[in-house]
């Protein structure tokens, strides 16, 4: 099913629907924490930093395992791995949802980690093998929804079900969507053979869990406890020089764990360079706008997650127009609008205030939301569309690891800029230093989008293999 004669959107789209599900299923849980953790805290007696370990223990898990998603889906099938992902991932839920203790809780959370690390790489590598490419940006747009839905849903749900029942039901509500993600899979993915044959990069293998999950546990020191603690310094040097043996030894073998020489395909790094600069912005979007609503508008957690349904629904309109540009315009055509209302958005976020109407701050919104769609699926394809797919399931996991290492460093460092803002605002009130720090690093934002907008210039119309 990899080329235009062999399409056929009955088969095809069942199969697409099966791989987001499983894919929401996992995304969903990188973000219900946020709203769940004082629960959590207050439910065991614990304090912030040891509960924060369920975020950071679920981060560092699926750092660890993603490297390795490609061998397993090679060796042993892709629908293979990945229903067995799905059953785990299932299981390490109800787990959690009955865990007596923090400790155990956190244990449930790195078996979450480690089994759902496999899912996007093996789903997204398993669609390019679905999809021809002709019909890729209109069909891959659904594999976008869950990162659409996930850090929208995901806390106003978690929020939901933590006021009218208990923290333990933001673990169960995965039960159901396991059930059917795994009927689905049974259904309806096709058979992908398994190469018997495949062997696994040991030296690679022993590298990778000393260099990604250390270097992103040290910017989250670093972020939490500043740039100049000596484990922050500590724990990213090492992270630092175990990733450069990783690169050296993936750059030399025959049959690496990640394939990065894809980087010396030119139109593959401009599509992830854009996908990182992209997501800077989203996330920085995605932190930035409900800590303002909540810190300076003084709306609940809630009306907080309602405000931000808007976004979702113009990200999804987004994505879907701009999979129909790409598949008949090329990449330039859907990323460049997308990033010129991503630069509007932001705007009108850097002159915002607690007077402003509500129309005002829906309309910054949702244009937020219509640029996401039109740029962060369409980039991804632009990228993965210039390797060669015997490539392509050793690629997928390589723009998955580095997009954990990049929201990491995004949401560290605009964390850290926005403290620094509000700390040179001491002039001003506590309100007028908050909004000034907000606007300031809205406006650093805009910097971001403007250099994606400049670099999209550049890309090639059609990526050709």
Not at 178 to 185: D, E, H, Q, R
Not at 221 to 240: E, T
Not at 255 to 266: E, K, Y
Request: hydrophobic share 55%; aromatic share 10%.
């Amino acid at each position: 099913m990899n080329n235009t004669s062999d399409f056929n959107l009955k088969k095809v789209l069942p199969a697409v629907l099966t791989i987001a599900i499983g894919m929401l299923l996992v995304m969903m849980d990188t973000t219900i924490m946020n709203v769940t953790l004082p629960h959590i805290q207050t439910a065991f007696h614990q304090n912030l930093s040891n509960s924060q370990w369920l975020i950071t223990a679920y981060t560092l898990a699926m750092a660890t395992v993603i490297p390795f998603a490609g061998f397993l889906g090679d060796r042993f099938s892709d629908k293979r791995i990945f229903a067995l992902a799905i059953i785990f991932f299932t299981i390490a839920s109800l787990l959690a949802a009955n865990a007596h203790s923090l400790q155990s809780l956190i244990i449930w959370r790195i078996a979450q980690g480690l089994t759902g690390g496999v899912v996007a790489p093996i789903g997204i590598g398993m669609s390019f093998k679905v999809i021809p490419m002709e019909k890729r940006g209109s069909m891959m747009g659904i594999l976008g929804l869950p990162m659409l839905l996930a850090p929208t849903i995901g806390p106003a749900l978690s929020g939901f079900l933590v006021k009218y029942f208990n923290w333990s039901t933001v673990f169960l509500i995965n039960l159901p969507v396991g059930i059917l993600a795994l009927i689905f899979i049974l259904l309806f993915l096709p058979n992908f053979p398994a190469n018997k044959a495949s062997k696994i990069d040991l030296k690679g293998a022993l590298l990778s869990p000393f260099a990604f999950p250390i270097l992103i546990y040290g910017v989250h020191i670093g972020a939490d406890k500043g740039w100049s603690n000596p484990s922050a310094i500590a724990f990213m040097s090492v992270g630092l020089l175990m990733l450069l043996l990783f690169i050296l030894v993936e750059l030399r073998v025959e049959n690496p764990l990640l394939h990065l020489r894809a980087f010396t395909i030119p139109e593959f790094t401009k599509g992830i360079s854009l996908m990182w600069l992209n997501q800077i912005v989203v996330f920085g979007a995605m932190l930035l706008v409900p800590l303002y609503l909540q810190n300076i508008v003084g709306l609940s957690s809630v009306n907080t997650g309602l405000m931000m349904v808007p976004q979702a629904i113009a990200s999804f309109l987004g994505m879907t127009i701009g999979g129909r540009v790409f598949d008949k315009f090329g990449t330039k055509a859907a990323v460049l609008p997308g990033f010129t209302l991503g630069g509007i958005s932001l705007i009108l976020f850097a002159q915002i205030s607690p007077h402003s109407s509500l129309t005002f701050t829906l309309c910054a919104i949702i244009l937020l939301g219509l640029s996401q769609g039109l740029v962060n699926m369409q980039v991804n394809n632009h990228a993965l569309q210039a390797v060669p797919m015997k490539n392509i399931s050793r690629v997928t996991p390589l723009t998955n690891e580095m997009m954990q290492v990049v929201n990491s460093f995004a949401i560290a460092f605009l964390t850290a800029f926005l403290s620094s803002q509000i700390k040179n605002q001491s002039s001003l009130s506590p309100l007028q230093a908050n909004l000034t720090a907000f606007h300031h690093t809205f406006w650093l934002l805009l910097i971001f989008v403007s250099v994606g907008f400049i670099s999209s210039l550049f890309l090639r119309k059609k990526v050709k293999v």
